[in-house]
């Protein structure tokens, strides 16, 4: 999956309610976004305990990613758009991230070791982007996983453990390996972020090299 190149094909889901918005400054949308974020990580967390809240809070996911990209394009119809608003966009990014994977991570639905290594892709993969930006490289948004997809996962596998649980196959179990469905979300995030940030890293150090050799 790689939909952060995507995002011109939601602007009809965008638009209508930005314009309504165009009044409201773009950090209350991003503040909003991040509330909503910690929301959702909450919600996951208990989940493990009331298994409904695994529905509340894929709901809550792709609300948060709503609001992540609505921000943007109101600033963009107000004229508002500034590089503050940019640079708080991607804090608030990271930290969104950190505490909706962070919930499933450290709930009973995940190994915590797992969920630290995807916590690791998921950050370095952001990391590798924007440096590749600060050192004079095009912003990469390239990739297997980005951002866009990490939302989408987030909100269709809370859904696919609550539905796989009432069919009787919540786990996956081989031999003594036993494996949820949150789990195989947190192990993809765990190896596909680790790989897109190395891949981001290649192609940032390439691009350099080719600059190097041109000056």
């Known amino acids: 999956m790689v939909l952060d190149g995507q995002r011109d094909k939601v602007d009809f889901a965008l638009t209508p309610v930005a314009k309504k918005l165009i009044k409201v400054n773009p950090n209350y949308i991003s503040w909003a976004g991040l509330v909503l974020a910690l929301v959702a990580g909450i919600l996951l967390y ?8 695994l529905l509340v809070g894929a709901v809550v ?34 930290y969104a991230d950190v505490l909706m994977i962070g919930g499933v991570a450290v709930s009973g639905w ?11 892709g998921v950050l370095l993969t952001s990391y590798m982007g924007t440096q590749a930006q600060a050192v004079g490289a095009p912003r990469l ?11 989408v996962l987030s909100t269709l596998f809370p ?8 069919a009787g196959y919540g786990a996956i179990t081989i031999g003594d390996l036993s494996i949820t469905w949150m ?26 090299n080719r600059e190097d050799g041109k000056s």
């Open 46 to 53: 208990y989940s493990w305990h009331y298994e409904f809240l």
């Open 61 to 94: 996911v792709i609300v948060s990613g709503y609001f992540d990209a609505l921000d943007g394009k109101v600033a963009k119809l107000a004229g508002k758009a500034s590089r503050r608003g940019d640079y708080l966009d991607h804090v608030f990014d990271r």
């Open 110 to 120: 995940c190994n915590p070791y797992l969920g630290l290594l995807a916590l690791v």
């Open 141 to 151: 948004y390239s990739g297997l996983l980005g951002r866009a997809d990490r939302v």
């Open 159 to 166: 859904i696919i453990q609550f539905v796989m649980l009432y």
């Open 183 to 208: 789990e195989i979300m947190v192990l993809y995030f765990a190896v596909l972020g680790n790989a897109t940030a190395i891949q981001r890293a290649i192609v940032t150090w390439r691009a350099m």
